[in-house]
C-alpha cells in the first residue's frame, strides 16, 4: 500500500541577484515532509488559488520580486498549508469518532454486516496513520543521521590545523 506521506532531501543552489561579474552563491540541503493528501482533497485548489490571487495582488507593494515571496507569499502559503493541513486532520478525527460510535451501535444492534464495513473503513484509516508513522520515523533517522554527519565534518575542519582530532 502506497502512503501518502513522502519525505525527500533536496540539494538546491541560489543566484543571488548580484553584478554578473561575480555572482554569489548560497548552497545547502532542505528536508521537506508534505502529505500529498491534503492537495488532493477537493477544496485545496480552489482555496490555494484564492490565497494566491490575494498574494500575488500585493506583489507590487515590494521592491522586487524576492522581498514579495520572503516577506509576503511565502510566509503566507506556509500559513495556509498549515491551516489546511489542520482543517483536514480535524475532519479526519471527527470521522474516526464518528465511525467508532457507529460500530459500537452496529455491535449493539447484532448487525454484523455492518460491523464489517465500518471495521474495514477504520482498518482504511489506521493503515493511513501508521504509513504515515513509518514515513516520519524515517524522516527523523535522516535528519539524525546528517546531524551525526555534520558534527564530525564540522569537528574535522575545526582541528586540521591543530593535527588532533
Known amino acids: 500500500m502506497l502512503?501518502?506521506?513522502?519525505?525527500?532531501?533536496m540539494e538546491f543552489l541560489i543566484l543571488a541577484s548580484a553584478p554578473p561579474i561575480a555572482p554569489p552563491t548560497l548552497t545547502g540541503s532542505i528536508y521537506w515532509k508534505l502529505n500529498t493528501k491534503v492537495?488532493?482533497?477537493?477544496?485545496?485548489?480552489?482555496?490555494?488559488?484564492?490565497?494566491?490571487?490575494?498574494?500575488?495582488?500585493?506583489?507590487?507593494m515590494y521592491e522586487n520580486v524576492a522581498d514579495w515571496w520572503d516577506e509576503c507569499a511565502k510566509p503566507g502559503l506556509a500559513d495556509f498549508c498549515k491551516r489546511f493541513s489542520s482543517m483536514v486532520s480535524s475532519g479526519r478525527k471527527s470521522?474516526?469518532?464518528?465511525?467508532?460510535?457507529?460500530?459500537?451501535?452496529?455491535?449493539?444492534?447484532?448487525?454484523?454486516?455492518?460491523?464489517?464495513?465500518?471495521?474495514?473503513?477504520?482498518?482504511?484509516?489506521?493503515?493511513?496513520d501508521?504509513?504515515?508513522?513509518?514515513?516520519?520515523?524515517?524522516?527523523k533517522q535522516v535528519v539524525e543521521e546528517e546531524r551525526g554527519s555534520s558534527y564530525h565534518a564540522n569537528r574535522e575542519k575545526k582541528y586540521m590545523g591543530l593535527k588532533k582530532l
Open 95 to 128: 470521522t474516526k469518532r464518528l465511525l467508532l460510535v457507529w460500530l459500537n451501535i452496529a455491535m449493539r444492534d447484532g448487525d454484523w454486516k455492518a460491523v464489517t464495513v465500518i471495521r474495514r473503513k477504520i482498518n482504511k484509516f489506521l493503515q493511513e
Open 39 to 60: 492537495v488532493t482533497n477537493d477544496n485545496f485548489l480552489p482555496n490555494f488559488l484564492e490565497v494566491w490571487e490575494v498574494l500575488l495582488a500585493r506583489e507590487g
Open 3 to 9: 502512503s501518502d506521506h513522502k519525505y525527500g532531501v
Open 130 to 139: 501508521s504509513m504515515g508513522f513509518i514515513v516520519r520515523s524515517k524522516h
